[in-house]
């Protein structure tokens, strides 16, 4: 029987190709995946960039530490705090000690990261002077780079500067140097400082100071900017190629089992011929599983090949938009090639399994059929797997909306629920395939001509055929739909909670990674005509919650508890807001413990550990409500918005440029409250963004390659029926469109099915909302679904029609004869 199965790969490699190459794909994908997640894990470590010259540097508690019965947990403070005054002292009595400081700054013609730094910090990286000199008075900077030249003045969201001197850009920032005294003054709190001393003296020095780390040789890096944004990076990076490799597996299996089925059911006069001269059920299972393992052991060593070219690639092209480090490089790994050739071969053989089981059923007598109309397409193991995972499905659909509805909103789980939906409907869909072929073809059934009554005919006969070619589709579009309509739906839903809880007329916001200090947040509440003005600050709450599990919850600080009253409308459960306190806390009802009156046991953003009083319970939402504490419980937090409620009869673009005013020259954005939420309104993040498109673009290449593969293997197995219509008189033109109303309705049918599934899986996602007292709407993003259907209608409709064109060059009589 291997011979057979040779044999059968040479004569049908048509059949074949589809399967071999969104095989190869496929394991292509997972090479890639997996040598990123690899090198991600295993990067090597980044030596240090600011500090590379400095002989010590001493950072600032800026790490929670909280002791379990399960070990330490760890977590990065909101608000790190600097150096203690102490410790300071002892350290200067070593040597040197020069404070760091960073802030931003924003200047006109300027690159828009631009960083502030004194400029006795300069020497650490270390930076020279190429032109010009250092600063020396107040007005006077030195920039990296030759974006500004010694000698031009430039205008910062700091005051007016003049550059006196540049230094070479080093690539890891654009910086701008201060004199250390007016450093000093645009950014007091100093988290961080260099030492000219020992190590071991050092550390003695700084012994008794808790959560006061000394960094030597390479830990040095971890003073850099940029070592958390590199961490945050990564593990985003690692998030994205996880989620591609699972839906790359599970399109894989879906594809190549839904080839192998249909390759199979095109096949059924060659195995009743094989079973008519004697072949055993057992022989010609073996023959359809040799011809999958071959297959599958091909294209896995292929797609390994391909893999390793496209890795280093694709991590270049990942670091390019910012996706991953710049530094970032794929590793020399050898695990990620056994994954993904072991794991294609396996697709390939359970792509296989069921297939060769409906191959060695076949009879004798079905070499004697010659009806084309699919009998049986809903055998008893589709029943089972496809009802299965439908109520599979539903199933946890209906526990997750009783127990957890938060979980449905996470983006781990919306990826991975559709695609129990996609499965049971791709299984199920020959039971509505005959149905929904002639709902769709109820109106061209009845216009002149006999077209729309084939077409129908056609469609609903070939049950199999039509269902294996509209699951792609489906998968493609229903893919397109719940992914991008729960992003959608999200957004949505967050805007509306932004919406219902914002009562302020205007809103007052800082620049970008600024505050405003106490005197201008006295300035804005003296402004006339203000009935509240409510200044918030963004810091953390860290809770333990079980005894082992420490976790972050994000917190707005505000001042006055009237105000905020005043300005917001809070999304209560039980509580008021007026009760909140020195001593209290408004958590939501995500926290372990939320009746009001209880007292919980926290650690504020700085790490200072306090019990607090429950004065409110927010409901949960999207998971954005957080938690509300007063300005006391923020040590260190600034002002980065000011909320304000105009008074009756006060003009309201008055007391604006009022509030422009009291600002001050820092930039301050004044904005009244629509405008304020639409430049707020909620917005998929880019990494979240790519991933999903990623994960469509493999849907969407897998489609068309199966698109191609099945409909050009449909018509090789259609020679005669064409021979038949045009013998019955039909032109080659209405064979034409005859061919091409049936792709188009094919195309139809997956693209309702897909309709269906997303449409389920977004009123799951809104069950979830309504639980969670979100009033939102779901919405299928129209323009992607339209786009994706026209390119498989594209597809469809080409690759049907090219063979049956080459087809049709030859004369009736001679394709009546042609051989299946």
């Known amino acids: 029987m291997l011979t057979v199965a040779l044999q059968t790969l040479r004569t049908r490699w048509i059949t074949f190709t589809g399967s071999f190459v969104a095989l190869s794909l496929g394991v292509a994908l997972l090479t890639v995946t ?57 350290l200067r009595h070593l040597g040197r000690v020069v404070e760091d400081r960073s802030f931003p700054v924003r200047a006109e013609g300027a690159p828009g990261d631009l960083v502030g730094h004194p400029w006795s910090t300069a020497a650490f990286a270390p930076y020279g002077i190429d032109a010009g000199r250092a600063p020396r008075a107040d007005g006077e900077v030195v920039v990296s780079g030759a974006w500004a030249a010694p000698g031009e003045r430039l205008r910062t969201d700091r005051g007016a500067v003049e550059v006196v001197g540049t230094v070479p850009d080093r690539g890891f920032e654009n910086a701008v140097f201060y004199t250390d005294a007016q450093a000093a003054r645009l950014s007091p709190v100093s988290l961080q400082l260099v030492v000219d001393a020992g190590p071991a003296a050092v550390r003695e020095a ?102 390793s ?36 071969l396996l697709v390939a053989l359970c792509g296989v399994v069921t297939a060769s089981w409906r191959a060695g059923r076949t ?39 009783a127990g957890n509805p938060a979980d ?43 077209t729309g009554m084939l077409v129908r005919e056609n469609t609903a006969a070939g049950t199999r055929r039509t269902a294996a070619l509209a699951a792609p ?133 700085d790490g200072t550990e306090k019990t607090l009083r429950i004065a409110a319970v927010m409901t949960t939402g999207t998971g954005d409500n957080g938690v ?25 673009g008055t007391v604006a440029r009022a509030l422009r005013g009291a600002a001050g020259p820092a930039g301050a954005q004044v904005s009244d409250r629509d405008a304020w939420l639409t430049a707020t309104h909620p917005r998929t993040d880019r990494t979240t963004r790519a991933g999903l498109l990623l994960v469509l673009g493999i849907a969407l290449l897998y489609t068309g390659i199966f698109l191609v ?19 019955a008189g039909a032109t080659r033109w209405q064979v034409l469109r005859l061919t091409g109303a049936e792709s188009l309705t094919v195309v139809a049918v997956g693209a309702v099915l897909g309709l269906a599934v997303a449409a389920l899986n977004l009123t799951g996602m809104w069950a979830a909302l309504r639980l969670l007292s979100v009033h939102g709407t779901p919405g299928l993003p129209w323009t992607p679904l339209a786009a994706v259907t026209a390119i498989c209608a594209a597809l469809a409709t080409t690759a049907s029609l090219l063979p049956t064109a080459l087809a049709l060059r030859r004369r009736p009589t001679e394709l009546a004869g042609t051989r299946e």
């Not at 011929?273 to 292929?302: D, I, Y």
Request: net charge positive; hydrophobic share 50%.
């Open 709 to 727: 593969n099945t409909t050009v293997t449909a018509a090789s197995g259609r020679v005669r029926d064409l021979a038949a219509l045009r013998l």
């Open 628 to 652: 509300y504490v007063t300005s006391a419980n923020a040590p260190g937090s600034p002002v980065g918005r000011v909320d304000v409620t105009v008074a009756d009869g006060a003009d309201a």
């Open 309 to 344: 070219y496209a890795a280093p690639h694709l991590a270049a092209r990942a670091a390019d938009e910012g996706l991953a480090p710049a530094w970032f490089t794929i590793g020399a790994h050898t695990w990620p090639y056994h994954v993904a050739f072991w794991t294609g």
């Open 206 to 307: 700084v012994r008794d100071s808790a959560g006061v780390r000394v960094l030597t040789g390479g830990d040095r890096r971890y003073a850099d900017a940029g070592h958390e944004r590199d961490r945050e990076a990564t593990t985003a990076m690692n998030a994205l190629f996880g989620t591609a490799g699972g839906v790359c597996a599970f399109v894989s299996v879906f594809v190549v089992a839904s080839t192998f089925a249909f390759a199979v059911a095109q096949r059924r006069r060659e195995f009743g011929l094989l079973r008519t001269s004697g072949a055993t059920p057992g022989q010609v299972r073996r023959t359809v599983l040799a011809e999958g393992t071959a297959v599958g052991a091909l294209a896995s060593a292929t797609g390994c090949v391909l893999g």
């Open 408 to 450: 449905l909103l996470h983006r781990k789980t919306y990826v991975s629920r559709p695609m129990l939906l996609i499965s049971a409907a791709a299984l199920l869909a020959p039971v509505v395939v005959r149905p929904l072929t002639r709902l769709l073809t109820w109106l061209p059934a009845r216009l002149p001509g006999a």
């Open 34 to 90: 997996g040598l990123a997640l690899a090198s991600s894990s295993d990067a090597p470590a980044r030596a240090p960039q600011r500090f590379a010259a400095a002989p010590v540097v001493v950072r600032g508690p800026d790490t929670l530490r909280v002791s379990t019965p399960n070990g330490d947990r760890t977590k990065p403070l909101a608000q790190p705090r600097a150096v203690p005054a102490k410790t300071v002292a002892r």
């Open 473 to 605: 589709v489906l998968v493609t579009v229903a893919l397109a739909g719940s992914l991008l309509g729960a992003t959608a739906t999200l957004n949505e839903a967050g805007a509306t909670e932004a919406r219902e809880r914002t009562a302020a007329d205007l809103v007052v916001t800082a620049p970008d990674g600024t505050g405003f200090d106490a005197a201008t947040v006295d300035r804005l509440r003296a402004v006339p005509g203000t009935a509240a003005v409510s200044p918030v600050s963004s810091t953390a709450v860290y809770v333990l919650e079980e005894g082992v599990a420490l976790i972050k919850s994000d917190a707005q600080a505000v001042a006055d508890p009237a105000a905020l009253a005043a300005t917001a409308r809070l999304p209560l459960a039980a509580g008021s807001v007026t009760g909140l306190d020195d001593g209290s806390i408004v958590v939501n009802e995500e926290w372990e413990r939320h009746t009001v009156g209880d007292r919980v046991r926290v650690w504020l953003g």
């Open 363 to 401: 009879a004798p007598t079905q070499a004697l059929r010659e009806a084309s109309v699919d009998t049986g397409a809903m055998t008893r193991g589709r029943w089972l797997w496809g009802g299965g995972l439908l109520l599979a499905a539903l199933v946890t659909l209906a526990v997750a909306l």
